[in-house]
């Protein structure tokens, strides 16, 4: 184990925390607000927001889309520069927060932004940047990912910079109260696969992040098989703390990460518009099967200490069908069907997508490679 870690990142969590934003964001500050699709407006967010900015200079942007798009950012970064804006509050989900990382990095950069996502500019500084959080699921919050999307040629890409990492975060459960129930699922998916991207690969004896990530495995798990209570103050607590703790790099200090089912899963939405979540559960059971025999040793673990399964000859592959299964009772599905109409031609399209991406080799032993992918999503597509 070699590692440095911080994650500098102030969290305020609970009820009525949004009024903590007056004082999180200096006082003298001229902010930019920004949302997405006006979902803030009808939950009381937005309301609790300019409340607590009414001593602040601020104006706002809104329309961010999921997936955010940077032909929309662009515009957002022009206003930046334009005003002199020196302080961003993403409020929304995963896109929202993920959009402003992009703008407040291209407002400090004055060549074309999206060279930040092909990786021509690396990122030196940025506009400082808070966020309200209104669904738990990327942990973007207090992390430093964010992924963009060019519309035009329907690539999806990330970027990583501890300048982009938000200062503080509010995690105010209140605010997933308007959340429908396919976006709830979608963020204890989503939380669920980011513990198992830094989880299932093979044997660290790291205990405390091998611990930690099967307590939150356990902890998403209770939460979707009670889902039927995920109306109460309690669940949504819960399931807001354990997805940002899903990612926000504790867990992944020091092990082997895997990452391909989230490298595959993008292509999947920006060329068929899947849900993130969506797109994850269904690359994920059939890349554990392809990838069984690096996995085999960390399966079993995770089918014991999480689903409580007994050692046998089969117990990885059990493990996999307890995952799947898992997806099911939520009603995830784990095959794409809304792919047009030829399977061989949109295999093809996925795999020339990886290759001008340079994803040639994931995985944590990079053994996934362009032939195992087509392998993959002959299993995934339907
Ligand atoms: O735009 P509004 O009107 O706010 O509606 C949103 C959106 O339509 C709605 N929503 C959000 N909060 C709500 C609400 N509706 C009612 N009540 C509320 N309280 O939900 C819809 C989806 O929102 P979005 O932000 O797109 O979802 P999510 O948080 O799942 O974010 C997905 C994006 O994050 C990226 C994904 O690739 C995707 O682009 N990821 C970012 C990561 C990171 N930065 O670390 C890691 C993840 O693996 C992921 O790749
Ligand atoms: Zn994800």
């Given amino acids: 184990m070699q590692f440095s870690y911080s994650n500098p990142t102030n969290i305020y969590f609970g009820q009525s925390q949004i009024a903590a934003i007056a004082q999180a964001i200096p006082i003298d500050s001229k902010v930019l607000v920004i949302y997405g699709g006006g979902s803030i407006k009808k939950n009381g967010v937005y309301d609790q927001v300019a409340s607590a900015l009414s001593g602040h200079q601020w104006q706002e ?42 703008i407040a990095a291209a407002s400090h950069y004055e060549g074309d932004g ?19 959080l209104t669904l738990p699921a990327t942990g973007s919050e207090s992390n430093k990912a964010a992924v963009v999307t060019k519309k035009s040629t329907q690539d999806k890409l990330s970027f990583l910079s501890s300048y982009v990492q938000p200062k503080f975060a509010v ?23 980011h513990v198992c991207e830094q989880y299932l690969t093979k044997p660290t004896n790291a205990m405390v992040q091998d611990g930690f990530a099967e307590a939150l495995l356990k902890n998403l798990k209770t939460l979707g098989n009670d889902f039927d209570h995920h109306d109460s103050d309690t669940w949504r607590a819960n399931l807001m703390w354990n997805a940002n703790q899903a990612l926000n790099g504790l867990i992944g200090v020091g092990v082997a990460q895997d990452w391909a089912t989230h490298m595959i899963g993008h292509e999947l939405t920006a060329l068929y518009g899947v ?5 994850l559960a269904i690359i994920q059971p059939s890349l554990l099967r392809n990838q069984i025999e690096c996995k085999r040793a960390k399966l079993e673990q995770m089918g ?59 995985g944590e032993n990079q053994s996934i490679t362009l032939i195992e992918v087509e392998h993959i999503l002959q299993q995934a597509l339907a």
């Fill in 304 to 362: 014991k200490n999480v689903f409580g399964l007994q050692q046998s000859a089969d117990l990885a592959e059990q493990t996999i069908n307890y995952i799947e299964d898992f997806y099911h009772s939520l009603n995830m599905p784990t095959q794409l069907t809304e792919y047009g109409d030829n399977k061989a031609v949109a295999i093809d399209t996925i795999l020339h997508q990886l290759k001008s991406h340079n994803m040639l080799t994931l």
């Fill in 171 to 193: 995690l105010d459960p209140d605010a997933m109260k308007t959340l429908p129930q396919r976006q709830l699922v979608n963020g204890l998916i989503d939380a669920w696969i």
């Fill in 275 to 279: 849900d993130h979540a969506h797109s």
């Fill in 61 to 102: 942007f809104s329309g961010v889309e999921p997936n955010p798009s940077v032909e929309t950012l662009d515009k957002a970064v022009d206003i930046v520069k334009k005003n002199k804006v020196d302080y961003l509050l993403a409020v929304g989900g995963g896109s929202v927060i993920d959009g402003s990382k992009y």
């Fill in 114 to 132: 999206w060279d930040i996502l092909i990786g021509k500019h690396q990122v030196t500084s940025a506009v400082p940047l808070g966020a309200v």
